[in-house]
């Protein structure tokens, strides 16, 4: 900018000392009272906010204005400033009453934490600043540690009814008992396991989440109902100075199929689709190859295997599979499982002589019944299959045309159309078909010629 302009601008008696625009209409010395009925000294916040001291030289007759746009950065400026010293003092309060809860939850733990292992990082202030720096040498709560904590304050100080679910099969919490439904689950652990400390006592291996059923959900110590997760956490810190880690837990209000998901509404009539849909609503750990979200870390192992590309021939056979998960599942296949009677343990191979045992020798009967066509079963997992099959969501779509299918399985199938494989041989003419039914329904044609074929 030319010194002859600049000479015109400040010599203007309404010119703007922060901009240098000719449209100053407040003085910055004077008092002035705001619309919350505040006082400001636009000079006083100017030198608060940025350290700025304007030249004051009256014997020259300097301008000094500043204009609406400049008051208003000004107010803005100071404001955010009240903001962040009001959030570092919230802070610092949290620091001060959550350290004060984690002191008084480790003395009970007993044998479960050790001398070392502290619950969070320490903090120190630094001297004159307010500010506070993290000793990077104590070590955080692990994993682990964090689950056997919110283990303990959960199932001592609420009503929420732990369970683990194996195979179609909700287990006990403590003794892995199987029901089939949630309500003889319930029934069963405030009967046989009312004394929580015992029995956490004796748990040898504790699950990646602790799973619990909130239908109905209280305090113990004052009978407060608790609506959620997030409402029974705050409930028990801020009362009882108890601490929990949300992370941990996996919670559901389990009714009977189709099993509705208490935060979206959306409903599923297999109980593990429930589980897996969860990992959408708790992203507590997120896969860095495809981006999935996913609980706990053990699920996040399972799904990372997915990506494998390796060489893992089984042992028995030969096969050879793309994944270690895979040839863990298929092993499973040649391994010779021994399933127990759930009344007298009596040891059987398969899991239909199980039930035929307990009807014939116990008189304990089940009928799976499906709640969309009333059509009943014996199995549960002919059940799951038939809901999935029959009256499942086509949500399974074909990359090439889009065509829908309500199973991996049909989708498969279907995709062979688009890659041109056609690994079917005909024998006789040698014909190649995308199908092995295909391929039959070939074949006899020949046969109705007297043409001997190989199957």
């Known amino acids: 900018m030319a010194f002859g302009i600049i000479n015109n601008l400040i010599s ?86 959550i ?28 001297e004159g600043s307010g500010q506070y720096k993290v000793q990077n040498s104590v070590k955080e709560l692990s994993e682990r540690k964090r689950l056997i904590v919110t283990c303990e304050t959960v199932l001592k100080w609420t009503t929420a009814c732990p369970f683990r679910h194996h195979k179609s099969w909700f287990q006990c919490f403590y003794c892995t008992d199987d029901f089939m439904e949630i309500a003889k689950l319930r029934e069963h652990t405030a009967k046989a396991h009312n004394n929580t400390d015992d029995e956490l006592k004796k748990i040898k291996r504790f699950p990646r989440s602790l799973q619990i059923d909130i239908s109905n959900l209280k305090c113990c110590q004052c009978e407060l109902n608790l609506v ?69 870390t053990k699920r996040l192992k399972v799904h990372r295997a997915t990506h494998e590309n390796g060489h893992y021939p089984c042992s028995e056979c030969g096969k050879v599979l793309k994944t270690k998960i895979s040839k863990a599942n298929h092993m499973g296949t040649h391994a010779k499982r021994v399933l127990k009677c759930h009344i007298c343990f009596e040891p059987m191979k398969h899991y239909n002589d199980r039930l035929k045992h307990m009807s014939e020798r116990h008189n304990v009967t089940h009928k799976f019944v499906c709640p969309v066509c009333g059509r009943e079963f014996n199995l549960k997992h002919y059940l799951a299959t038939h809901v999935r099959q029959t009256h499942g969501n086509r949500n ?60």
């Open 12 to 97: 203007q008696p309404n010119v703007c000392r922060c901009c240098l625009s000719a449209g100053g209409e407040w003085d910055i010395t004077t008092s002035y009272l705001s619309a919350d009925g505040k006082k400001e000294v636009y000079s006083e916040i100017l030198k608060d906010c940025f350290g700025i001291s304007l030249s004051i030289i009256k014997n020259i007759s300097l301008s000094l204005r500043v204009c609406q746009l400049c008051v208003e950065h000004l107010r803005e400026a100071s404001s955010f400033k009240k903001q962040v010293l009001n959030a570092e003092k919230v802070f610092k309060q949290y620091y001060e009453h």
């Open 396 to 455: 399974k779509a074909c990359p090439d045309c889009g065509m829908t299918f309500k199973t991996n399985y049909g989708l498969k199938k279907h995709m062979l159309r688009h890659s041109g494989i056609r690994a079917f041989k005909c024998s006789v003419c040698c014909k190649t078909y995308a199908r092995s039914y295909t391929l039959r329904e070939h074949l006899r044609t020949h046969e109705s010629e007297g043409v001997a074929t190989l199957t």
């Open 228 to 296: 959620d997760v997030e409402a029974m956490r705050r409930h028990l810190a801020e009362a009882h100075n108890r601490v929990l880690y949300k992370e941990c837990i996996a919670d559901y209000k389990v009714n009977t199929s189709p099993y509705t998901c208490h935060l979206c509404g959306k409903r599923y009539h297999v109980f593990r689709s429930l589980t897996t849909h969860l990992n959408v609503h708790y992203a507590n750990c997120v896969c860095d190859v495809c981006g999935k979200s996913f609980m706990n």
């Open 99 to 126: 350290t004060d809860i984690h002191r008084d939850v480790a003395k009970p733990l007993g044998n479960t934490l050790k001398e070392d292992d502290n619950l969070i990082c320490g903090v120190n202030s630094i």
